[in-house]
T-cell receptor, first 112, second 116 residues
Framework: NAGVTQTPKFQVLKTGQSMTLQCAQD?????MSWYRQDPGMGLRLIHY???????DQGEVPNGYNVSRSTTEDFPLRLLSAAPSQTSVYFC???????????FGQGTRLTVV | AQSVTQLGSHVSVSEGALVLLRCNYS??????LFWYVQYPNQGLQLLLK??????LVKGINGFEAEFKKSETSFHLTKPSAHMSDAAEYFC??????????????FGQGTILTVHP
């Protein structure tokens, strides 16, 4: 049982480059979210989805896009990377809003 | 709109002492409340959660938390700290309705240090 799989684990980008962080879950969870974690800031919600075809913005959505074409996958796109997007990114999924959220192992992104 | 405030970004206790990590929330509908723990360079792991029913909930590793609606609080406690409890702890809230339906919002985190 793979759970929530994030790729890549590490990435270095140059300012202005674009990339997609991948997130896949095999638990048939409807709810999926992307967070960024910065020291002293906790986990801040970037975008979330309550099912295939439905996404919404979280607390810090600027500079990021998402789509949810399938239940399993929820990719996060950085349109034009900036140094302020240097962070650790976590993807999470849950069966319902009241159920345990399962997290990927994170992607450590550095933008130079 | 939902939000979470954790009082104290760092808490330090001696081994064997009481652990108290504070969490206050705001929510426009009855909330679901969670505590997660994160060990260095790892993802987050659920400690315990409150959905409905008994307001005192017990979790893994001897932790428990009490939901107090009148105080909008969900503080985490453990009677006796162990060295292995050193980690960062996050309080979180989600809602099953309202404008924040499906959102899971975290607090800023509290780093727990345990001294021998």
């Amino acid at each position: 049982n793979a759970g929530v799989t994030q790729t890549p684990k590490f990435q270095v980008l140059k300012t202005g480059q674009s990339m997609t962080l991948q997130c896949a879950q095999d638990m048939n969870h409807e709810y999926m979210s992307w967070y960024r974690q910065d020291p002293g800031m906790g986990l801040r919600l970037i975008h979330y989805s309550v099912g295939a075809g439905i996404t919404d913005q979280g607390e810090v959505p600027n500079g990021y896009n998402v789509s949810r074409s399938t239940t399993e996958d929820f990719p996060l796109r950085l349109l034009s990377a900036a140094p302020s997007q240097t962070s650790v990114y976590f993807c999470a999924s849950s069966f319902t809003p009241g159920a345990e959220a399962f997290f990927g192992q994170g992607t450590r992104l550095t933008v130079v | 709109a939902q939000s979470v405030t954790q009082l104290g970004s760092h808490v330090s206790v001696s081994e064997g002492a009481l652990v108290l990590l504070r969490c206050n929330y705001s929510s426009s509908v009855p909330p679901y409340l969670f505590w997660y723990v994160q060990y260095p360079n790892q993802g987050l792991q659920l400690l315990l959660k409150y959905t409905t029913g008994a307001t005192l909930v017990k979790g893994i590793n001897g932790f428990e938390a009490e939901f107090k609606k009148s105080e909008t609080s969900f503080h985490l406690t453990k009677p006796s700290a162990h060295m292995s409890d050193a980690a960062e702890y996050f309080c979180a809230v989600s809602e099953d309705g309202g404008t924040s339906y499906g959102k899971l919002t975290f607090g800023q985190g509290t780093i727990l240090t345990v001294h021998p």
